[in-house]
């Protein structure tokens, strides 16, 4: 499931949940959501403390591109 830095570097910023350069994202991008595996995995990481961002963000952009993927999960 790793990226290599030029398949990382293909991805449209509209696939990031917080793109290369914005204030959270960085120089490289957070949370790519190019499949479904990886929303769950953004899901998933992004409720966890001390982690970048919000779920709240992640699991909003996670149900405008996958409405099938329940982001009921964390409730904060």
Same mark, same amino acid.
């Given at each position: ?12 910023? +509209?696939?990031? @949940? ?5 204030? @959270? ?9 190019? &499949? ?9 990481? &992004?409720?966890? &403390?001390?982690?970048?961002? &919000?779920?709240?963000? @992640?699991?909003?952009? @996670? ?6 993927? +329940? ?6």
């Amino acid at each position: 499931m790793a990226l290599k830095a030029a398949q990382r570097k293909a991805i449209p910023r +509209s696939k990031f @949940v917080y793109p290369p350069g914005s204030r @959270v994202g960085g120089k490289r991008g957070k949370y790519p959501i190019t &499949s479904p595996r990886r929303a769950r995995a953004a899901l998933a990481y &992004s409720a966890r &403390s001390n982690t970048a961002g &919000s779920y709240a963000t @992640v699991a909003k952009k @996670v149900r405008r591109m996958y409405p099938g993927i +329940s982001t009921k999960g964390k409730k904060r």
